[in-house]
């Protein structure tokens, strides 16, 4: 059976695939410091605690973060006896590779979403991902990995407001419940959240018109439903994109 690990810079995320469907998706903060022993306690518990048996044969890693890898791989090679796939290393072949400027780096989580992305909707799509920072990665017609936009993530955004300003609360992305805002919290909130709709918005009518073909836009991250509630931003939304994408690539790589 497959474990998934999907590392974000805010969260990481475990998930057994056994083929079919995830059997449980387990989440903790994301630390490069984590040791082997630590990812395995924690892992182990809550495994347990779902009553869920299996035999995990294989691990897929997708990190943001390199730092975390090393002990990931250790992980894998002592609890389970594998040597993980890590997306974005040269032993991981991606099913269509990218196009962009010689020598970028991009972000594997956002190399995962367009291969999840694509074996779902097929191409010519925008793919939003609301993490630690909000994304859009482009699919081409034949599923390529083609370009897109980074831009601050929402809870981000927040934490910067409130950072920066002496007179601004820490407060949680939500809903609020009017554009003007008639104190500091719902003026700071309406100004995330609608400015997120806004943004969103506005890069994907750009996207639409620089690509000049009709686009699919798919939503993902914790804070899609979220934003979907408040425009009509996306034709799906899927929580579990990235780590579909991590099922499709270790697939792709299994059968050569
Ligand atoms: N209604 C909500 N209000 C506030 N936060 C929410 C809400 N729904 C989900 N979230 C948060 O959104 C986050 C979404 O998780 P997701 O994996 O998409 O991104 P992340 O973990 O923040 O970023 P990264 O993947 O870059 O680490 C989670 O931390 C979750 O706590
Ligand atoms: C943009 C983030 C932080 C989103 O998680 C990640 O994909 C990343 O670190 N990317 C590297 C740069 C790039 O994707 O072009
Ligand atoms: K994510």
């Not at 903060?29 to 892992?43: K, Q």
């Not at 990995?145 to 002496?166: D, Q, R, T």
């Not at 425009?231 to 994408?245: C, K, N, Q, R």
Request: glycine share 10%; charged share 20%; proline share 5%.
């Amino acid at each position: 059976m497959l474990l998934a690990i999907d590392c974000g810079n805010t969260n990481t995320v475990f998930s057994i695939w056994d083929g079919e469907t995830f059997l449980v998706t387990l989440r903790t903060s994301t630390h490069h410091a984590r040791t082997a022993d630590a990812y395995f306690t924690w892992y182990s518990t809550l495994v347990k605690h779902y009553g869920i048996e299996v035999d995990i044969t294989d691990v897929i890693i997708s990190s943001t973060v390199p730092r975390v890898v090393f002990n990931l791989r250790v992980f894998a090679d002592r609890f389970f006896g594998c040597r993980p796939m890590v997306v974005g290393k040269p032993d991981c072949a991606l099913p269509v590779a990218p196009r962009v400027d010689a020598g970028t780096l991009i972000g594997p989580d956002r190399l995962v979403n367009t291969a999840g992305a694509y074996a779902r909707h097929g191409g010519d799509l925008i793919v939003v991902d609301f993490g630690t920072a909000t994304t859009c990665d482009v699919v081409a017609e034949d599923g390529a990995y083609v370009g897109g936009v980074i831009a601050p993530g929402v809870n981000l955004s927040l934490e910067a407001l409130h950072m920066a300003a002496a007179a601004l609360p820490h407060v949680d992305v939500t809903t609020p419940p009017r554009v003007i805002g008639t104190n500091t919290v719902d003026c700071m909130q309406s100004g995330v959240y609608w400015g997120y709709i806004g943004l969103v918005q506005g890069l994907c009518d750009k996207i639409r018109a620089e690509y000049a073909r009709p686009m699919k836009v798919i939503g993902t991250g914790g804070l899609a439903p979220l934003f979907a509630q408040g425009a009509d931003l996306f034709d799906e939304i899927e929580d579990d994109l990235t780590m579909h994408g991590l099922t499709v690539i270790h697939d792709y790589n299994k059968k050569g």
